[in-house]
């Protein structure tokens, strides 16, 4: 499984309910790598996706404790257990966990791979993903040259499990996506 985040510098990820930063190659980036793929939400990250409504050319996947709960033609899953049986529906490589913080602090021990747009500013947030670099299970197998909008330093990262680059199971961004 993979995951894509935009974190700060201090890994912050929101501001009451809302991204920190909003940068138009970030999202270019995230649409490349989900389209066609499956995208795993909580009900609150997939509300604020652009026109509040599910992405085309993706499967949709909302994660949400209300019980009767619609958003378009996604499907709803109400408990880790229930994600986890309809994900096994899919391949691994093509599950994209988007967020918000408790959705990827649930996933997180089952994704590979983290793509991390890296903002070197640090905002104001109340909801911060965890420290890769911090980590002993994970290794950064990519870091763009620095790209801008305006006035805001990022990179595109690439992080995976430890295992999987020992294994020799890691990816090459470059030659996959170009940087």
């Excluded at 501001?15 to 930063?21: I, P, T």
């Excluded at 909302?62 to 899953?77: H, R």
């Excluded at 602090?105 to 890296?118: E, G, N």
């Excluded at 002993?136 to 999987?164: A, G, L, N, P």
Aim: aromatic share 12%.
């Amino acid at each position: 499984m993979n995951l894509i985040v935009c974190v700060d510098t201090n890994w912050g990820i929101g501001w009451k309910n809302q991204l920190l930063v909003s940068i138009p190659r970030d999202k270019k980036l995230f649409q490349e790598h989900t389209m066609g793929k499956v995208i795993l939400g909580g009900r609150k990250t997939m509300e604020g996706l652009p026109g509040g409504t599910e992405l085309k050319g993706r499967k949709n996947i909302v994660l949400t404790g209300k019980k009767d709960y619609k958003f378009g033609k996604a499907t709803i899953v109400h408990s880790m257990d229930e994600a986890l049986l309809e994900l096994q529906n899919y391949a691994s490589e093509d599950i994209f966990i988007i967020g918000g913080g408790k959705v990827y602090r649930q996933f997180l021990p089952y994704c590979d791979v983290a793509y991390v747009t890296k903002v070197n500013y640090k905002y104001d947030a109340d909801t911060f993903f965890e420290n890769l670099d911090a980590s002993d299970e994970w290794v950064m197998t990519h870091d763009s040259e620095e790209q801008t909008y305006y006035d805001i330093e990022y990179f595109f990262t690439i992080y995976q499990r430890r295992e999987r680059v020992m294994r020799g199971l890691d990816t090459n961004f470059r030659e996959r996506h170009g940087d």
